[in-house]
């Protein structure tokens, strides 16, 4: 079975802080996502990666980038957290086969910034 | 136009009666189509995946694709309680990066 974990389940930040959320896949896939969702909004595609050191840009990228150094591994980094970054933020991942592959989710991290 | 198109609901249906679901995609270069179900506070678990026109079937749940309609449905028939969720359409799009475009959600109830 898949496994997407993300570090936190639920992460209480200030504004202005820099805050990091982790997520790690053990399936040797190679592209790795980060969506928030809002109640009404459904999931919003932040940013994603399909490769060691690539990444790109999905529909609501501003006050947010990403890291990834390692394939398993995909951080989302807040710059200067606000409050309008309060929401469940999900990763997940997905091989590159032949057809398109589904995307596997993690738990979720409930994020609130005061 | 939204480019993946679901009712939100809620659907309500007795239990043990068939759940229809039904979705509308716009990108007509899609070739891969997901379902997941989404508990309330829960992540997105992926629960069926078809990819060429007709019926997929897996227990109690039939995926059905029309391509040619841009059309996709979600069965689950003799639905229990524990069926209800938000179930989110996903189809692939016509780019090969891996993104999908996911549908807003359909709330089903079930009723004991």
């Known amino acids: 079975d898949v496994k997407v974990t993300q570090s936190s389940r639920y992460l209480v930040k200030r504004t202005g802080e820099k805050v990091f959320l982790e997520c790690v896949q053990d399936?040797?896939?190679?592209?790795m996502f980060w969506y928030r969702q809002d109640p009404g909004l459904g999931l919003r595609l932040i940013y994603f990666s399909y490769d060691v050191k690539m990444k790109e840009k999905g529909d609501i990228p501003e006050g947010y980038s990403v890291s990834r150094e390692k394939k398993e591994r995909f951080s989302l980094i807040l710059e200067s957290a606000s409050t309008n970054q309060t929401s469940m933020y999900l990763c997940a991942s997905s091989f590159i086969g032949q057809g398109l592959q589904p995307q596997h989710f993690g738990d979720g991290t409930r994020l609130s910034i005061l | 136009q939204k480019e993946v198109e679901q009712n939100s609901g809620p659907l309500s249906v007795p239990e043990g009666a068939i759940a229809s679901l039904n979705c509308t995609y716009s990108d007509r270069g899609s070739q891969s189509f997901f379902w997941y179900r989404q508990y309330s506070g829960k992540s997105p678990e992926l629960i069926m995946s078809i990819y060429s026109n007709g019926d997929k079937e897996d227990g109690r749940f039939t995926a059905q694709l029309n391509k040619a309609s841009q059309y996709v449905s979600l069965l689950i028939r003799d639905s229990q309680p524990s069926d209800s969720a938000t179930y989110l359409c996903?189809?692939?799009?016509?780019?090969?990066?891996?993104?999908?475009?996911f549908g807003q959600g359909t709330t089903l109830q079930v009723k004991p």
């Open positions: 399936m040797d896939h190679e592209n």
């Open positions: 996903a189809p692939s799009g016509s780019s090969n990066t891996g993104k999908l475009i």
